[in-house]
């Protein structure tokens, strides 16, 4: 009776990954919302362009930012489906599978997570120093302080892991 009940809520926790499926879809809308800002973004430019109002290197930073927060939800999508949920059935798409896909560990997926919101906040931190003149001095602060504080992370997470890692091979 015991083994059937042990059996019945393991079953119960293993299957219940499949509630997270419905995330994963939402973060599909999410690029498709990423894809209209770009569209948004490119217009914009555009714009500028054609007027010489404002700033192009600001639109063109804007853009990448974009693009690199579409990467982040990418690799979310990928990596937290695959880690947490099924493998991914692509064999049939297998030449334009990404290199990195179904080879991303949970902790080579944090370090992508933080790597890449170091590299959106120094875009946003970037964008503020070319707008420098225009810029709130306690504002550029924060942005600084905030960009400081997800480098400072991101290495405390890369010494975590190396730490483990170490601390796993056999002396």
Known sequence: ???????????????????????????????????????????????TLLTGDGNVIIGILSMVDVTLVANLLLIVMFSGYENFISRMDVAHASEDKPYWMGKV????????????????SAIDLLKAFVNIDSMDSQKLGWLIAIHVTFVISGVLFAVMDRVAAVGKQPH
């Open 1 to 47: 009776m015991h083994s059937r009940i042990e059996t019945a809520l393991e079953k119960t926790i293993f299957y219940s990954r499949w509630l997270l499926a419905p995330f994963y879809l939402a973060l599909v809308f999410g690029l498709i919302a990423l894809f209209a800002k770009m569209l948004k973004e490119l217009w914009a430019l555009g714009q």
């Open 105 to 120: 560990s949970y902790a080579d997926l944090k370090l992508k997570l933080i790597g890449s919101i170091v590299a959106i």
